[in-house]
T-cell receptor
Framework: SQTIHQWPATLVQPVGSPLSLECTVE??????LYWYRQAAGRGLQLLFY??????ISSEVPQNLSASRPQDRQFILSSKKLLLSDSGFYLCAWASGRRGGYTFGSGTRLTVV | DQQVKQNSPSLSVQEGRISILNCDYTNSMFDYFLWYKKYPAEGPTFLISISSIKDKNEDGRFTVFLNKSAKHLSLHIVPSQPGDSAVYFCAASSGGGADGLTFGKGTHLIIQP
């Protein structure tokens, strides 16, 4: 069966520090991968999506970047965190066919 | 500009009664709609979906209705149970959905005993 792993679960980082969140998928090949963010009092905002290795599409200009070095690995990064980067970050995958996306358990990032 | 709108931030329903969650959209290109359920500190879980070629889809206690002319969909939960208390997100996609889902801001459903 397919599973998605996301870590860490919680993270507290100072302003200006770097960030690296990792997401891996098991049990499937060539998935579409997504990074979403839920900021306080807001819905789920799509940040990046990837349909293959090295292919990244950005939905919102921001202080973040994403990379897909392997088929089932998706990384969210920042060189210097801002206070506004705080939020709940979710990785998701889809098989490419119509159907529900599967989300990871999320990372609660607090920038202080 | 928010393309998927859930205008009720919260909804309180008595256990055993029907819960109706509403969602409106503005993008005519959306052709697939989904509902997700989310508990605190967890990722959303898929609940039910509907294609734009249908107006109703039912799965157990959950039914989603789609009114394309009004660009409106709703999720009915009957009977409501305490475990249904969660945040419900409406989402939409177009053209296969490879470029991601567009979510509403969510509605916090509270089931009162």
């Amino acid at each position: 069966s397919q599973t998605i792993h996301q870590w860490p679960a919680t993270l507290v980082q100072p302003v200006g520090s770097p960030l690296s969140l990792e997401c891996t998928v098991e049990g499937t090949s060539n998935p579409n991968l997504y990074w979403y963010r839920q900021a306080a009092g807001r819905g789920l905002q799509l940040l990046f999506y990837s349909v293959g290795i090295g292919q990244i599409s950005s939905e919102v200009p921001q202080n973040l970047s994403a990379s897909r070095p392997q088929d089932r690995q998706f990384i969210l990064s920042s060189k210097k965190l801002l206070l506004s980067d705080s939020g709940f970050y979710l990785c998701a995958w889809a098989s490419g066919r119509r159907g529900g996306y599967t989300f990871g358990s999320g990372t609660r990032l607090t920038v202080v | 500009d928010q393309q998927v709108k859930q205008n009720s931030p919260s909804l309180s329903v008595q256990e055993g009664r029907i819960s109706i969650l509403n969602c409106d959209y503005t993008n005519s290109m959306f052709d697939y709609f989904l509902w997700y359920k989310k508990y605190p500190a967890e990722g959303p879980t898929f609940l039910i979906s509907i294609s734009s070629i249908k107006d109703k889809n039912e799965d157990g206690r959950f039914t989603v209705f789609l009114n394309k002319s009004a660009k409106h969909l709703s999720l009915h939960i009957v009977p409501s149970q305490p475990g249904d208390s969660a945040v419900y997100f409406c989402a939409a996609s177009s053209g296969g959905g490879a470029d991601g889902l567009t979510f509403g801001k969510g509605t916090h459903l509270i089931i009162q005993p």
